[in-house]
C-alpha cells in the first residue's frame, strides 16, 4: 500500500503506451505499435522512427515496476527522469510529422491527450522517489 503512488505512475505509463499520441488522418499514431500505423499516409508518419524510443521507453517502464516494488530510491528517480527524456525525443519527432502533413492540402493532424497521461506517470513516479524515505 505504501508503493501505490509509484505504481499508479507505471500503470499510466503502460496505458499511454497504446493510447493515441496523435491522429494522421484520424489513423492513430501510439508509441507502443498495437494498430496497423507502422507507415502513414505516404511515410509521413513512420513507427521506425521512434521505435529505439518507445523499447527503451517499455523497457524502462517495466524496470520502473520493480524499483517501486523493491523500494530502490535512487533507482525510481532515474527511470522517472529517463522516461522524461525519451518522451521529449518522442514528441520532437511526432512535431516534425506535423510540419510534413502542412505540405499536404487536406490531411489532418491532432494531438492526442495521452501525452498528459504520460506526463502524470512520470511525474507520479519522480514523485514517489523523491518522497521515498527509506532506500534500500
Same mark, same amino acid.
Given at each position: 500500500?505504501?508503493?501505490?503512488? =509509484?505504481?499508479? =505512475?507505471?500503470l499510466l505509463l503502460i496505458i499511454s503506451g497504446v493510447l493515441p499520441i496523435a491522429t494522421i488522418n484520424n489513423v492513430p499514431v501510439t508509441i507502443f505499435p498495437v494498430f496497423e /500505423?507502422? /507507415? *502513414?499516409?505516404?511515410s509521413i508518419w513512420v513507427w521506425n522512427? *521512434?521505435?529505439a524510443f518507445s523499447v527503451t521507453f517499455g523497457i524502462v517502464a517495466l524496470l520502473a515496476i520493480y524499483f517501486v516494488l523493491k523500494g530502490i530510491k535512487l533507482a525510481i528517480i532515474i527511470s522517472g527522469a529517463i522516461i522524461l527524456v525519451v518522451s521529449f525525443f518522442m514528441l520532437i519527432s511526432v512535431w516534425m510529422s506535423s510540419f510534413k502533413v502542412e505540405k499536404f492540402?487536406?490531411?489532418e493532424f491532432s494531438y492526442g491527450y495521452s501525452w498528459l497521461i504520460? *506526463?502524470?506517470?512520470?511525474?507520479l513516479i519522480l514523485f514517489y522517489g523523491i518522497k521515498k524515505k527509506k532506500s534500500a
Amino acid at each position: 500500500m505504501k508503493y501505490l503512488i =509509484g505504481l499508479a =505512475g507505471c500503470l499510466l505509463l503502460i496505458i499511454s503506451g497504446v493510447l493515441p499520441i496523435a491522429t494522421i488522418n484520424n489513423v492513430p499514431v501510439t508509441i507502443f505499435p498495437v494498430f496497423e /500505423n507502422f /507507415n *502513414i499516409a505516404d511515410s509521413i508518419w513512420v513507427w521506425n522512427d *521512434i521505435s529505439a524510443f518507445s523499447v527503451t521507453f517499455g523497457i524502462v517502464a517495466l524496470l520502473a515496476i520493480y524499483f517501486v516494488l523493491k523500494g530502490i530510491k535512487l533507482a525510481i528517480i532515474i527511470s522517472g527522469a529517463i522516461i522524461l527524456v525519451v518522451s521529449f525525443f518522442m514528441l520532437i519527432s511526432v512535431w516534425m510529422s506535423s510540419f510534413k502533413v502542412e505540405k499536404f492540402q487536406g490531411m489532418e493532424f491532432s494531438y492526442g491527450y495521452s501525452w498528459l497521461i504520460l *506526463i502524470a506517470g512520470a511525474a507520479l513516479i519522480l514523485f514517489y522517489g523523491i518522497k521515498k524515505k527509506k532506500s534500500a
